[in-house]
T-cell receptor, first 112, second 115 residues
Framework: GENVGLHLPTLSVQEGDNSIINCAYS??????FIWYKQESGKGPQFIID?????DKRQGQRVTVLLNKTVKHLSLQIAATQPGDSAVYFC???????????FGKGTRLSVIA | ETGVTQTPRHLVMGMTNKKSLKCEQH?????MYWYKQSAKKPLELMFV???????ENNSVPSRFSPECPNSSHLFLHLHTLQPEDSALYLC??????????????FGPGTRLTVL
């Protein structure tokens, strides 16, 4: 796959359990954050976003938490399914129309 | 389907060849992007076009030449590439406004191999 050589952090989770994927960011001026999912052979797919004026945002089976004090972002996936197996990227963006900056990604493996 | 298509999906070329990658977005967005994703580095932003004008060129070698003829199409012209340019090239689009960030929608990518 595209990220094999990066020695990505890997999270292995039993099917049905909850998953928590973490991301640290460095730019305290970032005010917009996104989580993407990338399956093998596909481009990154948008999962959920959050703005800096929020601490938490929920989607379908996913929740994003933002802790601006420690510059930490997390993605929680409830009742993880085999189809959730992928590489997950966080991305941050500064104020205005500055480009997104992507993290290295975390590989999630779901054990059936 | 994300509304962003890329062709070809796979490309093998020699170092002396000239080829072009094509991206088309069907979302009515006003910004388009080229990214490089290789096995040894995280996702790297290469070029950004906003309203058909290039607004970002992230120190990309001149052997990569982007072209944005209109807001729906983006090309990446390739010539005299090196084997280390082998990677997945991703196109993305977004609808950007002043102080209104939005997510980028990615295409499936072109897997490029340079021999």
């Amino acid at each position: 796959g595209e990220n094999v050589g990066l020695h990505l952090p890997t999270l292995s989770v039993q099917e049905g359990d909850n998953s928590i994927i973490n991301c640290a960011y460095s730019n305290s001026a970032s005010d917009y954050f996104i989580w993407y999912k990338q399956e093998s052979g596909k481009g990154p797919q948008f999962i959920i976003d959050i703005r800096s004026n929020m601490d938490k945002r929920q989607g379908q089976r996913v929740t994003v938490l933002l802790n601006k004090t420690v510059k930490h972002l997390s993605l929680q996936i409830a009742a993880t399914q085999p189809g959730d197996s992928a590489v997950y990227f966080c991305a941050e963006r500064g104020r205005g129309n500055t480009p997104l900056v992507f993290g290295k990604g975390t590989r999630l493996s779901v054990i059936a | 389907e994300t509304g962003v298509t890329q062709t070809p999906r796979h490309l093998v070329m020699g170092m002396t060849n000239k080829k072009s990658l094509k991206c088309e977005q069907h979302l009515g967005h006003n910004a388009m992007y080229w990214y490089k994703q290789s096995a040894k580095k995280p996702l790297e932003l290469m070029f950004v076009y906003s309203l058909e004008e290039r607004v970002e060129n992230n120190s990309v070698p001149s052997r990569f030449s982007p072209e944005c003829p209109n807001s729906s199409h983006l090309f990446l012209h390739l010539h005299t590439l090196q084997p280390e340019d082998s990677a997945l090239y991703l196109c993305a689009s977004s609808q950007d406004g002043a102080n209104r960030p939005s997510e980028q929608f990615f295409g499936p990518g072109t897997r490029l191999t340079v021999l």
